[in-house]
């Protein structure tokens, strides 16, 4: 099911399960359903029902041992207290279509209060690994939160690798907020650099990214680090590249960090060489972001 509408089939009490439960997942793998009902003070008559509606809703995962039910929350509960807390926060109001699916996010059209459009990320790291931490379990310290926890410090990294940019002004979205594993930026009327769209004046493109890069690595202290054609967003209508994706960043003082902009820069340099036929050397560029 879509995201947003799940969300709504949400009332206050299933919100304050889902809570519960992630309350005692830094302890449990599976929460004891007493602690759930401890917490929640709800009866054990009407959890059953909300736990039964959550699990047909696929927001939590039930297990038995020994005839003790228990549970935990997934990707998709997670979700829902993300974007509870976007909303509480008055960062978010609605939620409308996937526009991007990435190796470790998906991103969705939002709308913050007074209509303004918002795109909003869904951190997914780890997911797809998640069975191989599962078998890892005896020596990884909980192991079953780590995954998810995992994509909550990229968000936070994001979010506040682009509240400094924007600070600084630099050609990035603006970030609005985040909650839990879940980042909400300005939305881009844009296209993707790896699309190719016509530039006026590629050159003039072409600096604007690399001054991005200057304020990142002179006013913010941080290098990209996976910079390429797929993270750069063209606006339609004034040709401004923004640059994206932010959450694998490195500082300054990163022992990698001159090859990982030498990387960033090299990539940018050859596309628009290639696709643009713009004649610039990596070193001026370079030049440029060192001062
Ligand atoms: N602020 C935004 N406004 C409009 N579209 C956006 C915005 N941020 C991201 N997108 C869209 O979502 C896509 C993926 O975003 P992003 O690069 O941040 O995620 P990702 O998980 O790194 O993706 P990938 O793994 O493929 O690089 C972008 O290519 C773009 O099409
Ligand atoms: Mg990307």
Request: aromatic share 10%; charged share 30%; glycine share 4%.
């Amino acid at each position: 099911m879509n995201i947003g509408l799940a969300y709504k089939s949400l009332t206050e009490r299933d919100f304050a399960v889902l809570r519960a439960i992630e309350e005692y997942s830094s302890r449990y793998e599976y929460v004891p359903l007493e602690l759930i009902e401890k917490r929640t003070r709800i009866i054990e008559e009407h959890l059953m029902l909300i736990l039964s509606k959550l699990s047909k809703l696929k927001m939590v995962k039930k297990e038995s041992i020994a005839g003790y039910k228990s549970y935990r929350l997934t990707y998709l509960g997670h979700d829902m207290l993300a974007l509870n807390g976007l909303v509480r926060k008055n960062v978010l109001e609605a939620l409308g279509d996937k526009i991007g699916v990435g190796k470790e996010s998906e991103i969705y059209i939002g709308l913050a209060p007074g209509e303004v459009k918002v795109a909003v990320k869904f951190l997914r790291i780890g997911r797809t690994s998640f069975h191989r931490t599962k078998i890892l379990r005896t020596w990884v310290e909980e192991p079953h939160t780590s995954w998810y926890k995992q994509a909550r410090i990229a968000a936070e990294r994001e979010f506040k690798a682009l509240k400094e940019l924007s600070l600084q002004r630099a050609l990035v979205p603006t970030p609005f907020g985040y909650d839990r594993h879940v980042v909400v930026t300005e939305y881009v009327e844009g296209v993707e650099l790896y699309r190719r769209p016509t530039l006026e004046n590629p050159e003039e493109v072409f600096w604007k990214a690399i001054d991005t890069l200057r304020i990142a690595y002179q006013d913010v202290g941080i290098v990209h680090s996976d910079l390429s054609e797929y993270n750069i967003l063209v606006r339609v209508d004034d040709q401004t590249p923004l640059i994206i994706d932010w959450p694998q960043y490195v500082y300054r003082d990163h022992p990698s960090s001159m090859d990982l902009l030498r990387r960033d820069v090299e990539y940018l340099v050859k596309f628009f060489n290639k696709v643009y036929r713009v004649d610039i050397q990596i070193e001026d560029a370079l030049k440029k972001i060192l001062g």
